[in-house]
T-cell receptor, first 118, second 114 residues
Framework: AQTVTQSQPEMSVQEAETVTLSCTYD???????LFWYKQPPSRQMILVIR??????QNATENRFSVNFQKAAKSFSLKISDSQLGDTAMYFC???????????????FGKGTHLIIQP | DAGVTQSPTHLIKTRGQQVTLRCSPK?????VSWYQQALGQGPQFIFQ???????QRGNFPDRFSGHQFPNYSSELNVNALLLGDSALYLC?????????????FGDGTRLSIL
């Protein structure tokens, strides 16, 4: 079984600052995927960014980027030029490679509540 | 392009009762997964349905059961409700032939047990 740990229950930064959210995971799998999801008060889980474990290059999506350290089993999310709309719960999630097709169930961390102050 | 839809939005039940939650996957998706998110916690995987069968299951008791219909929509049933079943129940969908793609989530059903 795999576990995902997010050690920062809450973080607060000023608008336009850069913030980094931490995530570590434990697994015996060699092929897997990592995700960051955002959950605003509206409750819908929204995909922020995805990283394939077999790729050495860190994923980026506009203001969002990750620092993936496979040997250290670390997967942090950096948000640049933070905006008020970035205020939300952020969840790190692990998914092992689905051999039989489709997508396996996700294992989530407990989340980090990110607050962007005006 | 319709996203994942769940009903009802909010539900109140008492201990011992049974409940059914419903989910329609995103248009074009054929696989449905269910998650339980307790207050202040991350979602926990309950089970996944594909081709009307349970394909994968997390660490949840048999009180939690499901069904998938030919149109790919799904139901989550919980029997003998406990106070600890109070949570947000999230449905997520994906397309089986696209391996390892991210899942798309609905807005969830908030279940409160009195």
């Amino acid at each position: 079984a795999q576990t995902v740990t997010q050690s920062q229950p809450e973080m607060s930064v000023q608008e336009a600052e850069t913030v980094t959210l931490s995530c570590t995971y434990d697994t015996s799998e060699s092929n897997y995927y990592l995700f960051w999801y955002k959950q605003p008060p509206s409750r819908q889980m929204i995909l922020v960014i995805r990283q394939e474990a077999y790729k050495q290059q860190n994923a980026t999506e506009n203001r969002f980027s990750v620092n993936f350290q496979k040997a250290a089993k670390s997967f942090s999310l950096k948000i640049s030029d933070s905006q008020l709309g970035d205020t939300a719960m952020y969840f790190c999630a692990f998914m092992k490679h689905a051999l039989g097709g489709g997508a396996d169930g996700l294992t989530f961390g407990k989340g980090t509540h990110l607050i962007i102050q005006p | 392009d319709a996203g994942v839809t769940q009903s009802p939005t909010h539900l109140i039940k008492t201990r011992g009762q049974q409940v059914t939650l419903r989910c329609s996957p995103k248009s074009g998706h054929d696989t449905v997964s269910w998650y339980q998110q307790a207050l202040g916690q991350g979602p926990q995987f309950i089970f996944q349905y594909y081709e009307e069968e349970e394909r994968q299951r997390g660490n949840f008791p048999d009180r939690f059961s499901g069904h998938q219909f030919p149109n790919y929509s799904s139901e989550l049933n919980v029997n003998a409700l406990l106070l600890g079943d109070s949570a947000l129940y999230l449905c997520a969908s994906s397309l089986n032939r696209v391996v390892n793609q991210p899942q798309h989530f609905g807005d969830g059903t908030r279940l409160s047990i009195l």
